[in-house]
């Protein structure tokens, strides 16, 4: 199961307008994509998913966005890498501070999902402390289940929900 | 600016529950009960619903056949909500005199149809106000069982209504019931999150806040003094607690985020705060002061509920891993865990009427569905099966209803059911979805 979602994760990734590797997200990039994001839009799995997995319209910072497994807070190697990456931003534009948002899959009850969402946040902040950003540079929020990057009731959909996303200030 | 003048302890009680709601919600009315008869519980407790002949009160015609007609509505809706009877119409010759005063019963023709219990009475119009003298019989004792006057503004009916259903039921039962209570719960029909509140049965509703932000977890204090919820108007979900008398807020003045409040009792509430690090419960005043810390365990705690006597809360824990409930002694503090079927079980409610708990199982199967267990871990008993998502499960004052949310029919609504799970139907029509209802203590 997770194996499997880890596939379709490659192959959306794979399949996302452009050819910029995760790593080589720049402003400029997400610049442009903001530009042509839809306004407002909450739902539409579609344009989430012609955007490229974790750089959706949600995105609006040279920092990458992590994902999680069902039910866990826990950093998997990859969101591990991309938050290597992320401090590596962090430390190169110094004056810049972030927002770490966490959000839960609208699957389970939302009071727990709000907790869920906290700890995610702040076990990428932790992560990214331990790497030298200061911790005042990175402020934490959860919104549980209450701000879906996609609506859908699928495990495509799901998987994107269950993340960190990050904002540049 | 309220008189009432009544000769039992009993009815003393309720009249002043109901009193005190009005006073809080209500524009100020006058009411005035008068009482005779003796009170007695003839209903055992699972016994079968109470055959009841409601006769519509009698009227001389004009404005009090209205009130009559409009008492009778709301008599026989707020007596079919709370599922105890069973409601037979009159037998034509129910009165044997036609002046609709007391006496004059025909209780051959009530035992007849099977009636255990008759009720009647007159309207008529007192100093430009409603009148309505009732009457209660024992059918089979022939017995006069409650002879009452309920009285007030012609806008009122709807309250004299429910208070001679409550003094109906707790003579039957022999317990308080659930009239004059609320429900708050969390909308979006405006298209964002807000709190709004309604009657025990759906009627009324009307939005509390307009914040057009994210609004969540609303919980009345038993006093129904305060209410308390969680917001992000701040930008991040804080704690609220508004004192509906002078609508001043207060907060926790804590950073860090805070999730899904409970009240202990009238001047204590409990919420999960991460202002230290892990998220943990704290007990806080309604001025927002922090009283103590209450958990302390890596890994989430949250969402606690308390015993009637506050002595102890349950609240859930993923200190084992996946959430499951645990019950806390608040002098101790010792902890044991309570749920051990299911991997994920949140959402616990307390009963306000006895040491049970109900609370909601994400399944196997998807579905999430309520079950109720006793505190000390037995008579685990399922409530929904069948019908998709079943969540956040609150309690009626009495303890014999339960309302919740479900998304059976497509969006979330709220639903109510008795106790024992039967009778499951929606509470009211609302546009967008509705969420995470708590009832009123206060009646």
Redesign the interface.
Known sequence: MKTRLRGLLVIAMMASAGCSSKTAVTSSDSDAGQGSSLPGSTSGAGSAASRGYGFDEWQTGPVGDVFFDY?SSILAAEAQQRLTENAAWMKSNSAKQVVIEGHCDD??????N???G??RA?TAKEFMTRLGVAPSRLET???GE?RPFDKGQNEEAWAKNRRAHFIVK | MITCGMNSRTSKGVIAAVLLLWSLFLSPFFLHAEEQGEYIAIRKQGGGKIALVLDRAAAKGGKESEWAQEFDKTVKEGLGFSNLFSILPPPSNVRAGSDGKAGGVNFGALSSVGAEVYAGGAVSKKGGKVNIDMEVYDTFGTKLLLKKSYSGKEEHLRSLGHAFCADLIELLTGKKSFFGSKIVFISSKTGS?EVYRCDFDGHGVEQVTNFRS?S??PVLSPDGRYLAY?SYTS???TLYIRNLQDNKISSVAKN??S??PSWRNATELAT?L?FE?D?EIYLVRPDGGIVRRLTNSKG?D??PTFSADGRQMAF?SARNG??QIFIQDMQSGLTRRLTYSGR?N??PSWSPAGDKIAY?T?EKT?E?NIFVINADGSGLKRLTSGVREN??PSWSPDGSMIVFTSNRQGGKKLYVMSSNGENQRRLLQVDGDQ??PSWSLFR
């Open positions: 039910d699957r389970g009850t939302s009071e727990y709000i907790a869920l906290e700890r702040t929020i959860t919104y209450e | 999150k994210i969540l977890t969680t930008g991040r979900p860090g985020v999730v899904d999960t991460s690090g998220q989430i949250v969402s859930v996946l959430p994920y949140t959402q909601s994400w998807g999430i969540e956040s969420m995470q």
